[in-house]
């Protein structure tokens, strides 16, 4: 063999030692796990940085514009409890891996598209993508770790999902203001083809295979009423700001608690004949299910508002470019990663208490904030802003991780697929309707200013996050004695 050939095939032996040897680690799956969470979060908040650059060079409307947003946030919403259950049944690895495949090519169909029509439409499949690939996360988290490794991996799990939150605005500004080979708007598309390619190629050599100890056949009723259920809900929510709340959209909220209803009745027919429902229906018997799902939707309506009315007071009021204001949402992330990293050995050391105590520091952070442009309106130091969003960062890091940790422990194995799906599904929800909630106030009191809007709806947020504090004392979570780290 010449030297040309050895120098060749070297690197691929190497990177077949590693894989082999990596193998053997407990922990070699979570990288894979955590790139592919990442990325679907990271693509739900930096799209807003990109908005207006894709609508001058697509020449698109408002509405199609919307549908980038409002597209992928409908499609991940209503597909999460049903692609749950398909990974109980067919392998959560399995549905992980086409979730990661379909969430890169549309990503890859985005950072290509010629029109807004396209735009959107690969947007959707990225929405898929999404909803097929989330769930089995926490699935896979579940099935692979126990004990305090489960509570190290949700960990992890909740600083990386801050972090590209809070991270988002800022790697999309510094995208656009790089712009290699001039591409715009579409880098903050296109940078995720090598890392899903990567992350999908390891999948198969690191990710082992789970299933639900008893899948049974999948329940086709129930995945039909639960889609429509949270159809009805979504939808409006995410359109109806924009169109002025047209009647269409009244009547589809209007018809949701009857889709509800009737999904729980399938359900516990169901169960009754001894079928296999999609949820059981004995998990809404437990308490720390229903306050852990309440409090998972309540907390989140505060996230992505937040990040929404922040973006827009920083730009739209302040006039600073999109790195600028991501310098500011920087922040946010430093108070996030330190106190997230602690967040495991907190939890396992006092339970419920350290939800509530994000909770509480998030709720004083806005008043903080709201305290602070009273004061300084649109213009000072933007600086002024740290303290607010120091205590605003804290707080989300001690809140992602615990509540994630007390519904997935409550979660018994063979319906550790089901809860995770849910648990996703509220956090969509939430998301959805804190936007829609807190973006009418913020609209609607825009004819005051930016510093009017961000004051009542930021104000209105601090208010919101008492309640998470109130659900807390429904959840269980009394200290965990096993040592953590």
Do not use: K
């Amino acid at each position: 063999m010449s030297t040309q050939s050895i120098t060749q095939t070297r690197p691929r032996g190497d990177l077949r030692a590693a894989i082999a040897s990596a193998r053997g680690s407990r922990w070699a799956p979570l990288p894979i796990i955590l790139t592919a969470t990442f990325m679907v979060v990271l693509d739900f908040f930096i799209v807003n940085v990109a908005l207006p650059s894709m609508q001058t060079r697509l020449h698109a409307s408002a509405g199609s514009v919307e549908w980038v947003v409002a597209g992928y946030s409908l499609t991940s919403a209503v597909l999460l409890v049903a692609a749950s259950r398909l990974g109980d049944r067919f392998g959560r690895r399995r549905l992980f891996a086409l979730g990661l495949a379909v969430f890169t090519v549309g990503s890859a169909g985005c950072g290509v598209a010629p029109n807004a029509t396209l735009l959107v439409v690969a947007r959707l499949a990225q929405g898929v993508g999404a909803a097929m690939l989330m769930p089995n996360v926490l699935a896979l988290i579940g099935a692979l770790y126990d004990g305090p490794d489960r509570l190290r991996a949700l960990s992890a799990y909740g600083m990386v999902m801050g972090l590209a939150a809070v991270g988002g605005q800022l790697l999309g500004g510094v995208l656009l203001a790089a712009n290699p080979a001039n591409l715009g708007w579409r880098t903050v598309f296109l940078i995720n083809l090598p890392i899903g390619a990567g992350a999908l190629a390891l999948t198969r050599a690191l990710v082992p295979e789970s299933r639900a100890p008893q899948s049974g056949r999948v329940d086709i009723a129930g995945t039909g009423l639960a889609t429509a259920a949270v159809t009805a809900i979504v939808l409006p929510l995410v359109e109806g700001q924009a169109h002025g709340w047209p009647l269409w959209t009244w009547i589809s909220l209007a018809a949701s608690p009857l889709l509800v209803a009737a999904f729980v009745v399938q359900q516990r027919r169901l169960a009754a004949a001894g079928g296999d429902p999609l949820l059981a229906p004995g998990l809404f018997a437990s308490r720390a299910f229903t306050a852990g799902i309440a409090s998972q939707l309540v907390f989140w309506c505060g996230q992505a508002s937040f990040f929404l009315v922040l973006a827009l007071y920083l730009q739209e009021g302040r006039g600073l470019s999109a790195l600028h204001a991501g310098l500011v949402f920087t922040i946010m992330a430093i108070a996030y990663l330190a106190t997230s990293m602690r967040a495991p050995a907190l939890t396992a050391a006092h339970g419920r208490r350290v939800l509530a105590i994000g909770a509480l520091a998030l709720a004083a952070g806005h008043a903080l904030l709201v305290g602070t442009v009273l004061v300084v309106g649109d213009g000072g130091s933007v600086l002024a802003l740290t303290p607010g969003l120091i205590l605003v960062g804290a707080g989300m890091g001690l809140g992602i991780t615990p509540l994630a940790t007390l519904v997935m422990n409550s979660a018994p194995p063979e319906h550790v697929g089901s809860v995770s799906g849910v648990l996703a599904t509220a956090q969509n929800i939430g998301s959805a309707i804190g936007v829609a909630g807190i973006g009418a106030i913020f609209y609607g009191a825009l004819s005051h200013g930016f510093a009017a809007a961000f004051e009542r709806g930021v104000g209105t947020l601090a208010v919101v996050l008492l309640v998470v504090v109130a659900l807390t004392r429904l959840l269980p979570g009394g200290p965990d004695r096993t040592p953590v780290g």
